[in-house]
């Protein structure tokens, strides 16, 4: 295919020089030239095909039923019943009763008083007495005494000074600029159509047989060229620049400042001080003191006390004692009851029922078929000297 290509292009590239109407004579250097290009020629063409269409159909059909029917009926419901049958009768009951019995007698309460007896006696009792005894004296007292002097003292001061430092920080800058991209859109694909397709021979992956498809109708699916499309983006360029900062360092600084210091100089001084010293005399005394001795005296003191006493005596007697006696009667009762019955009653209704039915619908599209075609296209030379 490509040899008969090059061979079109061949002949009809070189073709002889024509001969003006007009009675002007054109060179051989200025003849037109052509050139063979393959252009692809798309056909349009109808086909027609059967989709499954899917439709619910209703249908309706007598359904029989049961029913539930509540009715109330009233039935006899009959029971036993105790009832209680109270008799009072009347029985002797014999019992003993302890009965007191008061008597007055008398006991001998008699008992010993101790009186005591206080007596007053004195006797000497001697004592020592420290007498005061009061004398001046002088004591030497030494003390301490401050006394102020002053001084000039060169003191070193501190201080903070800010000083400016100048220090380079790396920051990015983005230098990027728009660039022309060329974006490519693939072709979208279209649905699948009937196509009659000859017979090929395919290799079985699996099997490595080569195997011939018969030819026939088949499923095909059209698949249109891919779109290019420029578009300007924007390309980030990101640059490191050195930018200098300016910041302010705290620094210490020492300096000398005359400082006046008071200092305070120890001396030491005497004085006479008078002392009253205070010393004590002992001195013996006699006193008379009295001293009181209590004796005790024992004394009988007679007490009759009248004593009531109690004894129980045992009396026998007799009482008349109501009894209560309780039996049970049996009983029969009837009651009326309401009882509520559920019958079944047969109901037909009509109903609808779904159904699903599917249809073959011809539908009709249109596809096209590429095909490669051969065109002439002129290509103009520079004019020559003659020809101008």
């Known amino acids: 295919m490509k040899a008969l290509r090059a061979a079109l292009a061949t002949v009809l590239c070189v073709a002889p020089a024509s001969t ?16 063979v290009e393959c252009r692809t020629v798309y056909e349009e063409r109808q086909a027609t095909c059967y989709r ?27 029971y036993k019943v105790l009832k209680p049958v109270r008799e009072t009768s009347v029985r002797e009951e014999r019992y003993c009763v302890q009965r007191p019995v008061y008597e007055t007698r008398y006991r001998d309460c008699s008992y010993d008083r101790v009186r005591n007896v206080v007596e007053t006696s004195y006797r000497d009792e001697c004592y020592t007495v420290q007498r005061p ?34 220090t380079f920080q790396t920051q990015v800058v983005d230098q990027g600029a728009f660039v022309d991209q060329v974006v490519t859109t693939p072709g979208s694909k279209s649905w699948p159509h009937l ?28 698949e249109r060229p891919p779109t290019h499309q420029v578009q300007r983006v924007f390309r980030p360029n990101p640059v490191a620049v050195q930018t200098p900062v300016v910041s302010y360092v705290p620094q ?22 008078p002392v009253q010293v205070c010393r004590m005399v002992a001195e013996q005394r006699t006193r008379k003191v009295p001293v009181q001795t209590c004796r005790q005296v024992v004394e009988r003191v007679e007490r009759k006390v009248p004593v009531r006493v109690c004894r129980m005596v045992t009396e026998q007697r007799v009482r008349q004692v109501p009894v209560t006696t309780c039996r049970m009667v049996s009983e029969e009762r009837v009651e009326p009851v309401e009882v509520r019955v559920c019958r079944l009653v047969d109901q037909t209704e009509t109903v609808r029922v779904p159904k699903t039915v599917t249809r073959m619908e ?14 002439q296209r002129p290509v103009e030379a520079p004019a020559c000297d003659v020809c101008g």
């Open 362 to 375: 011809p539908v009709t599209y249109t596809y096209r078929v590429p095909r490669t075609v051969m065109v």
């Open 195 to 222: 196509r009659w397709l000859p017979a090929q021979q395919t290799v079985n992956p699996q099997t490595g047989l080569v195997q011939t498809v018969r030819p026939g109708l088949s499923w095909v699916t059209n």
């Open 252 to 273: 210490q600084v020492t300096d000398s400042v005359p400082v006046q210091v008071t200092r305070m100089v120890t001396e030491e001084r005497e004085r006479r001080v």
């Open 20 to 35: 003006g109407a007009q009675g002007g004579a054109a060179c051989d250097a200025c003849a037109t030239a052509c050139v």
């Open 133 to 166: 005894v009061y004398e001046t004296r002088e004591r030497v007292e030494r003390y301490l005494v401050q006394r102020p002097v002053c001084d000039t003292v060169m003191q070193p001061r501190t201080r903070t000074v800010m000083r400016p430092v100048t």
């Open 52 to 78: 499954p269409v899917t439709e619910t159909v209703y249908e309706e059909r007598q359904v029989t039923r049961q029913v539930p029917v509540y009715e109330t009926e009233v039935r006899e419901r009959r």
